[in-house]
Every structure is written in structure tokens, then in C-alpha cells.
């Protein structure tokens, strides 16, 4: 199977080639999902539904805080178009929407748990560094 590139972002940063066998689609779809799933706002909402289940969405919004209606709806229709996110419109006057995660983002919710612990464990190391870093005198710019 002949493989396609991938993005050419993504292929100019790339220190090892996948091997030959990698399935383009599959490739792809990793690539698709991790753009997607990574940002700030996907990994809070995950996190909110993760401990509080099935909320409304301007509950939503408080406990992720600091969002955009317009962002918070945005990344919730991204998080249901990828199967992470059930909506729910109840046929009442007003209107009652909630969400509540799938049983695919709640395994991606465990799969998220990994980093966090990772973070955790590291933190006071990634602090030095990042003080070590900044301690530095300015670096001439790239050109």
C-alpha cells in the first residue's frame, strides 16, 4: 500500500517516518483526532462531563469558565460530529439541551487520565525547566 502524505506541517517536523505498512486512513484519522481532541477547550469540557455527567449547556460553560458561548458551542458540536458527545433535546417549552459524553469519550476521558498523572508526577520538573528557560538571556532571532 502506497502511503500518501500527511499534512505538510505535520511532515516537515517529523523525525522518523512512519513504518511503510501504516495505513494512510489510519494515519490520518490520528492526525485528524489529536488537532482536534488537544485543543484547551475539548480536554476541559471532557474533564467537566468526566466528573459532573450530564449537564446543560450553560452549566457547561460555568464549570469550564472563561469560554465563549460561540467556542463552547463550536467544540461541542466537534466533540458530537467525532462521537465523544451525546445531545440531547428534550421536547419541552423552553427548550432542554444537555450533554453528556459518550461511552467513546469516556474512554478517551481514561486515555487523557495518563497525561494527567504524567503532569502530576513530573510537575516539579517541568517547573524547573520552564524557570531554568526563562532565566536564560534573550537568544538572538532565528532567521
Same mark, same amino acid.
Given at each position: 500500500? @502506497?502511503?500518501?502524505?500527511?499534512?505538510?506541517?505535520?511532515?516537515?517536523?517529523?523525525?522518523?517516518?512512519?513504518?511503510?505498512?501504516?495505513?494512510?486512513?489510519?494515519?490520518?484519522?490520528?492526525?485528524?483526532?489529536?488537532?482536534?481532541?488537544?485543543?484547551?477547550?475539548?480536554?476541559?469540557?471532557?474533564?467537566?462531563?468526566?466528573?459532573?455527567?450530564?449537564?446543560?449547556?450553560?452549566?457547561?460553560?460555568?464549570?469550564?469558565?472563561?469560554?465563549?458561548? @460561540?467556542?463552547?458551542? @463550536?467544540?461541542?458540536?466537534?466533540?458530537?460530529?467525532?462521537?465523544?458527545?451525546?445531545?440531547?433535546?428534550?421536547?419541552?417549552?423552553?427548550?432542554?439541551?444537555?450533554?453528556?459524553?459518550?461511552?467513546?469519550?469516556?474512554?478517551?476521558?481514561?486515555?487523557?487520565?495518563?497525561?494527567?498523572?504524567?503532569?502530576?508526577?513530573?510537575?516539579?520538573?517541568?517547573?524547573?525547566?520552564?524557570?531554568?528557560?526563562?532565566?536564560?538571556?534573550?537568544?538572538?532571532?532565528?532567521?
Amino acid at each position: 500500500m @502506497k502511503r500518501h502524505p500527511a499534512d505538510p506541517a505535520i511532515e516537515s517536523r517529523r523525525k522518523v517516518p512512519p513504518p511503510a505498512d501504516t495505513d494512510p486512513a489510519i494515519e490520518a484519522l490520528v492526525q485528524d483526532i489529536i488537532a482536534k481532541v488537544a485543543d484547551k477547550w475539548t480536554m476541559l469540557i471532557l474533564e467537566v462531563l468526566e466528573e459532573h455527567g450530564t449537564l446543560r449547556f450553560t452549566q457547561i460553560g460555568r464549570l469550564v469558565g472563561n469560554i465563549s458561548q @460561540k467556542m463552547l458551542t @463550536k467544540t461541542l458540536r466537534q466533540m458530537e460530529s467525532d462521537g465523544l458527545v451525546r445531545r440531547t433535546v428534550h421536547p419541552v417549552i423552553p427548550p432542554h439541551v444537555d450533554y453528556g459524553l459518550t461511552n467513546l469519550g469516556r474512554t478517551l476521558g481514561s486515555a487523557f487520565c495518563g497525561v494527567w498523572i504524567w503532569a502530576e508526577t513530573h510537575h516539579a520538573e517541568i517547573e524547573e525547566a520552564r524557570r531554568l528557560f526563562n532565566e536564560q538571556p534573550p537568544r538572538p532571532a532565528m532567521e
